[in-house]
């Protein structure tokens, strides 16, 4: 039972414009959430989270948007550079248990 | 500071061997984790350890055994393989765990990727 969903395998974007990548979940006990950047052969790293308590968080050219109604939340990338192309995975937790609820990423490629 | 490292970075193991995939933290982080990535599946929680010692499962437990003797190892045991265990596992570390109000990301190693055949 997939808790956390990423309904698009691949993205496609040109250099400088924006990628949305979308993410949504089932269980309304989450309240922190994680969007995690990988690259072939190397293990996820962490890019930026959002508590409940807030609804957007941005780090420089990366922004975590949350719709706790809709259960869903995205991650806004502007501009886009080459160097962004990944595969981008969101995760999930609640406040009691020690695990994190991965989707199955997203792939994305930024065009020259 | 390496961070948290895996050994093998791959391996090919029949069906029935058994192995270690070794992994080390020197971030001196309490909780530690084992997750699995199949193709196009997202990663599944194996095993995790709040602190050396005290270890719990995980979504995806069976056929993997785990201990932690100390803060910074480790290891995940596969006692059986099976072409089902084949996947690339990844171990992780965090100061806090997500119980409680403190949330931190985790930080990953490399992976291990393992073919049963």
């Known amino acids: 039972d997939q808790q956390v969903k990423q309904n698009s395998p691949s993205l496609s974007v040109q250099e400088g414009r924006i990628s949305i990548l979308n993410c949504d979940y089932t269980?309304?006990?989450?309240?922190?959430f994680l969007w995690y950047k990988k690259y072939p052969a190397e293990g996820p790293t962490f890019l930026i989270s959002?508590?409940?308590?807030?609804d957007k968080n941005e780090d420089g050219r990366f922004t975590v948007f949350l719709n706790k109604s809709a259960k869903h939340l995205s991650l806004h990338i502007v501009p886009s550079q080459p160097g962004d192309s990944a595969v981008y995975f969101c995760a999930a937790s609640r406040d009691t248990g020690n695990q994190f609820y991965f989707g199955t990423g997203t792939s994305l490629t930024v065009i020259p | 500071n390496a961070g948290v490292t895996q050994t093998p970075k791959f391996r090919i193991l029949k069906i029935g061997q058994s192995m270690t995939l070794q992994c080390t933290q020197d971030m001196n982080h309490n909780y530690m984790y084992w997750y699995r990535q199949d193709p196009g599946m997202g990663l599944k929680l194996i095993y995790y350890s709040v602190g050396a010692g005290i270890t719990d499962k995980g979504e995806v437990p069976n056929g993997y055994n785990v201990s932690r003797s100390t803060t910074e190892d480790f290891p995940l045991r596969l006692e059986l393989a099976a072409p089902s265990q084949t996947s690339v596992y990844f171990c992780?570390?965090?100061?806090?765990?997500?119980?409680?109000?403190?949330?931190?990301?985790?930080?990953f190693g490399p992976g291990t990727r393992l073919t049963v055949t």
């Open positions: 959002i508590s409940s308590i807030k």
């Open positions: 269980n309304s006990m989450f309240d922190y």
């Open positions: 992780a570390s965090s100061i806090y765990g997500t119980g409680t109000s403190l949330r931190y990301e985790q930080y």
